[in-house]
Structure formats: C-alpha cells, structure tokens
C-alpha cells in the first residue's frame, strides 16, 4: 500500500506558478503509476496529468497541456505537478492519485486508481 500527502497549494495571480508536490509512503512507490487530479467547486473531478512507474510516460489533459508539467522522482518517493501561466479556470483542489500496476504506462481514468491523498487547494485569482 502507499499514503499520499499533497502540498505546495495556495494562492496565485493568473499568470503564476505554483509547483505541487505529492510524497508517498510504502516501499513499493516505484511500482505505481501516479496522476494529479482536481475538482472544481461544483465540478466533478477531472483528469489533469499522469505519469508511468518509470517517468518515461506522461499523458496530460488539453486544457493544461503546454502550462502542465508532472514529474517524479522514486528515490524520493515523490511526484511533482509544476503548473505554469495558471488561469482562474485552473481554481481547483488538487489530489495526487496512486495506480499500481505491472505494466509502464498512464491511465487518465480515475477509478483506475486506488490510492488518494486528501488534497492540495490552487487559487487563481484573476
């Protein structure tokens, strides 16, 4: 099993970045295909980024692609969303996401996954 804990949330004028950090716990972080997620108030919860066990593979949705970028780094156990020219259509809480799996890949389906940290709150004021 693995525990997430999102941070590095707050509040940003539009145009700014944020960088978000998702630290997990287990021995096993590696085996885990990892994604960021978001809901917004009234909103369901959308895909935002996923990356493979490996980092080789990032998948990302269209309305971040090109601002977005996900990262990881197993030895840290930690995944990163590194969030650029943020818009107040970005207003969200952001939740890291675990999948394990065998396989090296990405999945932006939500109920392929897991694992769930409690969420991260991004503010983009305009």
């Known amino acids: 099993q693995v525990q997430l804990v999102e941070s590095g949330g707050g509040l940003v004028q539009a145009g700014g970045s944020l960088r978000l950090s998702c630290a997990a716990s287990?021995?096993?972080?590696?085996?885990?295909?990892m994604g960021w997620f978001r809901q917004a108030p009234g909103k369901e919860r959308e895909f935002v980024a996923a990356?493979?066990?490996?980092?080789?593979?990032?998948y990302y949705a269209d309305s971040v692609k090109g601002r977005f970028t996900i990262s990881r780094d197993n030895a840290k156990k930690t995944v990163y969303l590194q969030m650029n020219s943020l818009k107040p259509e970005d207003t969200a809480v952001y939740y890291c996401?675990?999948?394990?799996?065998?396989?090296?890949?990405?999945?932006?389906?939500?109920?392929?996954?897991?694992?769930w940290g409690q969420g991260t709150q991004v503010t983009v004021s305009s």
């Open positions: 996401a675990g999948k394990y799996g065998v396989g090296d890949d990405t999945t932006s389906d939500s109920h392929l996954y897991g694992y």
């Open positions: 287990g021995r096993t972080f590696s085996s885990y295909a």
């Open positions: 990356i493979s066990w490996s980092g080789a593979y990032t």
